[in-house]
């Protein structure tokens, strides 16, 4: 299957700092991706779907002046968490269509990265 | 609103047993659905992928079946092993939105096979 890389796998950070974590699709293209969010023995939640050369669309709840998403290419996308608090900590996941897997509608996800915020 | 259950939330199998997993959602008007495997700390390893029109896909010793008008899918393994053990996690994406919709989640089953 397709190969969505992550980046960085884990971050601990200070309260207040920023974070950018990176989503690379490396053997497709991805027009669209996706960022989920994983509290433990929870379901993923979908924070935004990331649309390359445009505004990132953000789900209900989710802040997007505290989680600002950039696809600048057909193959990487990125979330920054600003000003990070601890109940920010938690496992942030991202996943790509292959475009040229057509109208199957099949995601690939990135191996996830955990922030922990102190 | 489409909401996901997977029951059993965790399952202990002796190696060498076959096993289903479960999976419900609300809302039969889905345009896929998706199983997936994840383990401790890691990513979403998509396993099988089950078009609205299709009643079931095969891969290996995995067997996934999808009832869409009774809001059903079962993941079946077959002759299960010690590298079984994962956290299963079955999705749907929305009719709404075609291909591009974004997916829904059960919490997932914990699946533990003793060797």
């Known amino acids: 299957g397709a190969v969505v890389s992550q980046h960085p796998s884990w971050v601990i950070c200070k309260s207040g700092t920023s974070v950018k974590i990176e989503c690379r699709s490396l053997?497709?293209?991805?027009?669209?991706m996706f960022w989920y969010r994983q509290f433990p023995k929870q379901s993923l939640m979908l924070m935004a779907t990331?649309?390359?050369?445009?505004?990132?669309?953000?789900e209900q709840g989710v802040e997007k002046d505290k989680f600002l998403i950039n696809h600048a290419s057909l193959t990487l996308s990125t979330l920054t968490v600003t000003s990070a608090h601890p109940e920010d900590s938690s496992f942030y996941i991202c996943?790509?269509?292959?475009?040229?897997?057509?109208?199957?509608?099949?995601?690939?996800f990135g191996e996830g990265s955990r922030l922990t915020v102190l | 609103k489409q909401e996901v259950t997977q029951i059993p939330a965790a399952l202990s199998v002796p190696e060498g047993e076959n096993l289903v997993l479960n999976c419900s959602f609300t809302?039969?008007?889905?345009?896929?659905l998706q199983w997936f495997r994840q383990d401790p700390g890691k990513g979403l390893t998509s396993l099988l992928l089950?078009?609205?029109?299709?009643r079931e896909q095969t891969s290996g010793r995995l067997n996934a079946s999808l009832d869409k008008s009774s809001g059903r899918s079962t993941l079946y393994i077959a002759a299960s092993q010690p590298g079984d053990s994962a956290t299963y996690l079955c999705?749907?994406?929305?009719?709404?939105?075609?291909?591009?919709?974004?997916?829904?989640f059960g919490k997932g089953t914990k699946l533990s096979v003793k060797p």
């Open positions: 089950i078009q609205s029109s299709q």
């Open positions: 053997d497709f293209q991805a027009t669209t």
């Open positions: 990331s649309n390359e050369g445009s505004k990132a669309t953000y």
């Open positions: 809302d039969s008007a889905i345009y896929n």
């Open positions: 996943s790509a269509r292959d475009l040229k897997r057509g109208n199957t509608g099949e995601l690939f």
């Open positions: 999705a749907v994406r929305r009719q709404y939105g075609g291909s591009q919709g974004n997916l829904i």
